[in-house]
């Protein structure tokens, strides 16, 4: 019979009790401490110096980026920046600042202020009727929704995606829900509601849709957006959406499709000038033009429209309704050739890039599309190999793809378009800082994959570049560093240097420090037209400023859409890839300028 244990508890000492630090740390690593929410997680590492150290631990704030933002830091250049000593800060410190930085980010807007593209909110003096905001300025405050558990109050949205149109903006938050604000059609006085493409939306708003959405494309007066069920919407006025009906992409065919574990058949949607796209996982590319005269009468007609649903929950005038468009609208790409004989003085040196012997299925996957992107009136493809191919999408017609020989290299990575420019580049790895190539592309001509040549930008192959961004004639890039550049036109202050004179050389746009005292760290940036925009890491957990009036109620809710098979989902989606897609949108044409004076609180600085 076995002894009982001795009682080592001190006379004055009460028996302890279970303990988190019970379980081993990994426990509490892998399967504690990632599922409690931000506040509780917070507050535990407050408890002693164990907890404090495994609440800090690297590993636990970089899956948690990874859970709930669904990216990994590389994706967005989020590599930690070099310490006074050189060091690389890649730290716990780091990891938890990305990842609170993510919850609540700055939003910054400025260049032409017109149409409110740049938001009106009522103590930053800008107006519609102000030119033109030649700083960043954060608009972050326009973003909250009523706070469930405090009746009464408003909490602050993170946006982790932020896209330029022609005359306005469009973003998607981490729940999925997209905002909208501007004008969608900018060429006209704005009138009408939300049924009318020329519709003012002076403030951000939320469009209702039946889903949550994984991402968004905004070309120059029309949004796209991909929800979580694979659907494509797409909306020529804030508030009429129409869902594509396609069988070639809602009801794939091939072996595997939507299978679980499989990737989703709809890979990437992008929106140019006049014309639609997307790419499926298997390389395939749909195009179609919702401009043209055979759309309309595709769509579902207005008297058979579902909805409406009112936006803001007071104003009838913003109401949203739905319907679909069909399929006959969409026509399938020719698929893209095989790389051709490039010119004499390329080829021996141009073919020594790749590899020489593939396996049949090495083959097909380095021959694979994985991006695309839409200007004007042209398309541009990336393949898995760092091939760059371009077609020109006029008339309602695709035209034959054209080999882009000097902007095509293996270690091409991202694609971009927008207006008459495009861009081809890789991002930084191993120390090496990348490749950027890009150039104006008025149209595709046979001639211009053998004479188009990249221009030479002073300054910018010095730069790790993850992100290439274009409006009507400026240029910004974003760096692994978190570092924004611009440069081109500045007319209306789209550099964001508080001038309006035109640059040469890339130039870093400065930001206000952040709320801890470090430097700003950009993760996204928008251009379009002559606007620009940028996500920078961010953070206060102090309350926000309550809004000013013309506000929904306090504690009304926005009333969502929902029919039957259709869930509406509050999980966190993908930012992104830097790079993904095209930088849509923008006009250099149907801009006034001249006499109006500046609005209420001072001239034309933000």
């Keep these: ?98 990842y609170l930085g993510l919850t609540r980010p700055h939003v910054y807007l400025w260049g032409e202020a017109t149409q409110s593209r740049l938001t009106a909110l009522p103590d930053n003096g800008m107006n519609r009727y102000r030119w033109n905001v030649p700083r960043p300025y954060d608009v972050a405050r326009a973003f909250t929704l009523p706070n469930a558990a405090i009746p009464g ?3 602050p949205i993170g946006l982790v995606e932020l896209q330029a149109g022609g005359w306005s903006f469009a973003a998607r938050d981490a729940a999925g829900h997209v905002w909208v604000w501007g004008q969608l059609e900018g060429m006209g006085f704005a009138r009408g509601g939300w049924e009318n493409r020329r519709h003012e939306v002076d403030k951000p708003a939320r469009i209702p849709l039946p889903n949550s959405c994984t991402s968004i494309a905004l070309g120059r007066s029309h949004l796209l957006v991909l929800d979580s069920d694979n659907l494509v919407w797409e909306m020529r006025a804030w508030g009429r959406a129409f869902r594509h009906t396609a069988r070639s992409i809602t009801a794939p065919t091939a072996t595997g499709a939507g299978a679980p574990g499989r990737a ?35 769509t579902t007609p207005e008297e058979q429209m579902d909805g409406p649903v009112c936006i803001d929950g007071v104003n009838s005038a913003r109401e ?77 017609t695709i035209g034959a793809w054209e080999y882009m020989q000097h902007f095509s290299l293996p270690s091409i990575t991202h694609i971009s378009a927008q207006f008459t420019t495009f861009a081809a580049y890789s991002t930084p790895t191993g120390g090496a800082v ?9 149209t595709v001509t046979p001639a211009c994959g053998r004479e188009l040549q990249p221009m030479d930008v002073p300054g910018l192959a010095d730069l790790p570049v993850v992100q290439v961004t274009a409006g009507d004639w400026h240029w910004a890039a974003l760096t692994s560093k978190g570092e924004m550049y611009t440069w081109g036109q500045n007319g209306q202050g789209q550099l964001g240097d508080g001038s309006e004179n035109a640059r040469e050389e890339p130039t870093r746009v400065q930001f206000p420090p952040g709320e801890d005292g470090r430097e700003a760290f950009v993760f996204s940036i928008a251009a379009a037209g002559m606007q620009t925009g940028a996500l920078v890491l961010g953070y206060k957990p102090k309350k926000m400023p309550q809004p000013r009036p013309a506000r929904p109620p306090e504690g009304l809710e926005m009333p969502r859409i929902n029919f039957p098979g259709r869930g509406i989902f509050g999980l966190p989606f993908r930012i992104g890839y830097a790079g993904r897609g095209a930088m849509r949108g923008g006009s250099f044409s149907g801009r006034g300028h001249g006499g109006v004076p500046p609005g209420p609180g001072g001239d034309s600085g933000a």
């Design 434 to 442: 990348g490749k950027v190539l890009l150039q104006r592309l008025e």
């Design 1 to 98: 019979m076995s002894k009982p244990m001795p009682d080592t508890t001190g006379p004055d000492e009460a028996p302890r009790g279970p303990s988190l630090l019970d379980l081993p740390p990994e426990v509490l690593l892998q399967g504690v401490l990632p599922v409690l929410r931000l506040k509780d997680l917070l507050n535990i590492s407050l408890v002693n110096k164990e907890l404090h150290s495994l609440a800090n631990d690297p590993t636990l704030w970089r899956s948690k980026m990874q859970a709930d933002f669904s990216y990994s830091a590389a994706n967005l250049g989020l590599a930690a920046p070099h310490s006074e000593e050189g060091r690389n800060a890649r730290d716990a410190s780091w990891f938890k600042r990305v």
């Design 264 to 298: 989703p058949h709809i890979a990437q949607i992008a929106a140019g000038w006049e014309m639609s796209a997307l790419l499926t996982a298997a390389g395939e590319i749909h195009v179609w033009f919702p401009f043209r005269n055979d759309y309309a009468p595709a």
């Design 320 to 396: 949203f309704k739905w319907g679909t468009v069909g399929g006959e609208v969409m026509q399938a790409a020719d698929p893209i050739p095989l790389r051709p004989e490039v010119s004499s003085t390329l080829s021996e040196e141009h073919d020594a890039l790749w590899p020489r012997q593939y396996g049949e299925k090495a083959r097909a996957e380095a021959q694979r599309v994985i991006k695309i992107a839409c200007g004007r009136d042209f398309i541009v493809a990336l393949r898995h190999n760092g091939e760059v191919w371009a077609a020109r999408t006029s008339d309602g």
């Design 153 to 155: 109050e408003r909490e």
